[in-house]
C-alpha cells in the first residue's frame, strides 16, 4: 500500500515579511549544524552553517540562530520573498561525517 | 560553478530487479554520500565512502545495497533486488573535506526510485 508521510509543520508569510523556523536536534556532540533549502523536484541546497561554538552567524538576508543549552536552531529570514517558498531542514554533522535531517519545515509566501 | 551530477532521474523499475544509481561528485571532493527521502519525509542518510572504501553506513544501508567508484569520476549505488519500499528519491553528495569547505556537503538533484 501507499506510505503516509510526515505531515510537515507549515509556516505561511506575507511577502516582505520575516520568518522564524525553529529545529530542535537530539545529539549534544553534534559540533556543526546545517540549514537547507530543498526547492520541489530538487535536492537540497545549502543556506547557512554554524559551528558548535558559536551561537549566531549572518548571512544574506539570513540568520541562524544556536542554543545549545535547549538544544535548539533557529533560522531567520528577512524580507521573506515568493522565491523562499520551500521546504526547509536543519541538519545535524556528527563527527564530521554524515548528516542527520530534521523533518522539515514548509515555507509559503504570500503575495 | 561546480555541482554534483545524477542519472537517470527518474527510474522505473519491477519488484526484485537491480538498479544501478549514478553520480558525478564535484572534481575534487574526497568524500561521497548516498542519502534517500521517501515522499514526504526527511531525508536519511545510507552511506558515506572516503578513500575507496566504506567510511560509515546506516542501518537502511543492509546487504541489498553497495556502492563503488569504478573510475575517478562515478559514484554509484546498486541495489540488488528492489522492494516496494525503496521507492524514494536518492541524493548522492560529495564534499571536499578540506579547506573553508571542510563540513559542508553539496548534493545532486536526485534520482527518483520507483519500484512496481
Known amino acids: 500500500g501507499e506510505s503516509v508521510g510526515l505531515h510537515l509543520p507549515t509556516l505561511s508569510v506575507q511577502e516582505g515579511d520575516n520568518s522564524i523556523i525553529n529545529c530542535a536536534y537530539s545529539?549534544?556532540?553534534?559540533?556543526?549544524f546545517i540549514w537547507y533549502k530543498q526547492e520541489s523536484g530538487k535536492g537540497p541546497q545549502f543556506i547557512i552553517d554554524i559551528r558548535s561554538n558559536m551561537d549566531k552567524r549572518q548571512g544574506q538576508r539570513v540568520t541562524v540562530l544556536l542554543n545549545k543549552t535547549v538544544k535548539h536552531l533557529s533560522l531567520q529570514i528577512a524580507a521573506t520573498q515568493p522565491g523562499d517558498s520551500a521546504v526547509y531542514f536543519c541538519?545535524?554533522?556528527?563527527?564530521?561525517?554524515?548528516?542527520?535531517f530534521g523533518a522539515g519545515t514548509i515555507l509559503r509566501v504570500k503575495s | 560553478e561546480p555541482e554534483v551530477t545524477q542519472t537517470p532521474s527518474h527510474q522505473v523499475t519491477q519488484m526484485g530487479q537491480e538498479v544501478i544509481l549514478r553520480c558525478v561528485p564535484i572534481s575534487n571532493h574526497l568524500y561521497f554520500y548516498w542519502y534517500r527521502q521517501i515522499l514526504g519525509q526527511k531525508v536519511e542518510f545510507l552511506v558515506s565512502?572516503?578513500?575507496?572504501?566504506?567510511?560509515?553506513k546506516s542501518e537502511i544501508f543492509d546487504d541489498q545495497f553497495s556502492v563503488e567508484r569504478p573510475d575517478g569520476s562515478n559514484f554509484t549505488l546498486k541495489i540488488r533486488s528492489t522492494k516496494l519500499e525503496d521507492s524514494a528519491m536518492y541524493f548522492c553528495a560529495s564534499n571536499p573535506a578540506l579547506g573553508e569547505f571542510l563540513n559542508e556537503q553539496f548534493f545532486g538533484p536526485g534520482t527518483r526510485l520507483t519500484v512496481l
Open positions: 541538519a545535524e554533522n556528527i563527527y564530521g561525517n554524515k548528516l542527520v
Open positions: 565512502f572516503y578513500n575507496n572504501e566504506i567510511s560509515e
Open positions: 545529539n549534544s556532540a553534534s559540533d556543526y
